[in-house]
């Protein structure tokens, strides 16, 4: 019995594509994406590069969650988030404090950037083991704060796949597990 001549895998080369994307090396390009918020309530946008990991991102949208649940049973969401780009004041794209906030190409307001504070945390462990997914948790006692608690939080998470089209712009997509089946759900981030 003969065996096949194998090549060292030093000795073979990649084929690599020329690309004008970039990834971040702090986060990955397939993330996980949780859209959560109190029935009247306004939606936050938590982005995760692991789903047990403190959030890289955390956005409170201009949208109830009401009104985010009735755009999506059209089949189609587009969430664009603008910031203005200051001269003098680099720094990365997710540090951005405040963005005007426009949904299907209306102007909705303004989203703002926030810390993940121990409510938040509370929402992402609930759903840490899910991967794909929507559904109503109990909310956390002070979370009545907010006004418009009503004993349960809408949520919603998937795998989004994100690029990086500079330093100024961002996309996330998300990520259907069957091909037709389900929302089409994308948002953009862009610094002018």
């Given at each position: ?23 971040s ?31 890289v ?46 949904c299907?190409?209306?102007k ?5 950037g926030?810390?993940c ?6 929402v ?28 349960e ?5 998937a ?15 998300m ?5 037709n ?12």
């Amino acid at each position: 019995m003969a065996f096949p001549n194998i090549v060292p895998v030093a000795n073979c080369k990649w084929l690599t594509l020329p690309t004008r994307l970039s990834m971040s090396h702090t986060v990955g390009r397939k993330v996980t994406g949780t859209l959560f918020g109190n029935r009247r309530g306004h939606v936050s946008f938590a982005v995760q590069d692991d789903p047990r990991s403190e959030p890289v991102l955390l956005l409170e949208l201009a949208m109830s969650t009401s009104s985010l649940v009735k755009e999506m049973s059209s089949g189609l969401l587009r969430i664009a988030l603008e910031c203005e780009k200051v001269p003098g004041r680099g720094g990365k794209l997710f540090q951005e404090p405040v963005w005007s906030m426009y949904c299907n190409g209306r102007k909705n307001g303004y989203a703002v950037g926030r810390t993940c504070n121990e409510s938040d945390w509370h929402v992402l462990s609930t759903v840490q083991s899910v991967s794909v997914g929507a559904g109503v948790i109990p909310v956390v006692e002070d979370a009545g704060k907010d006004g418009g608690s009503d004993g349960e939080l809408l949520y919603m998470r998937a795998k989004f796949e994100r690029v990086v089209g500079s330093r100024d712009s961002e996309a996330f997509y998300m990520m259907n597990l069957d091909s037709n089946v389900g929302p089409e759900l994308s948002i953009f981030l862009l610094r002018i």
